[in-house]
């Protein structure tokens, strides 16, 4: 008996699945180029380029929410610092 269960994928594996399935079609495509020159143009313009936009966003939010994270930390010692002083 096959039994069927549900699967669970994560938003990141899928990013991570479309992004390499976004480098291969563009690879494949730039393998049909006359020149090697041309291929390599399209391939770094098509491919690698918005790949790199990607990562560079999110690593620049993450950063961004990390920072966040800290500064509220910070904020709540301060608080407490300055409670203790009013009492």
Known sequence: ???CTA?????ASSVHLVIAAWLFVTGTM???????LRGI??????GVA???????ARIR??????RSVVEQ??????DRDAGADQG
Request: hydrophobic share 60%; glycine share 0%; no cysteine.
């Open 1 to 3: 008996m096959v039994s």
């Open 7 to 11: 699967v669970r994928i994560n938003a």
């Open 30 to 36: 730039a393998l049909t180029f006359e020149t090697a």
């Open 41 to 46: 143009a399209f391939f770094s313009l098509a």
């Open 50 to 56: 918005p790949v790199a936009f990607h990562a560079w």
């Open 61 to 66: 939010a993450l950063r961004r929410a990390r």
């Open 73 to 78: 930390h910070a904020d709540e010692r301060d």
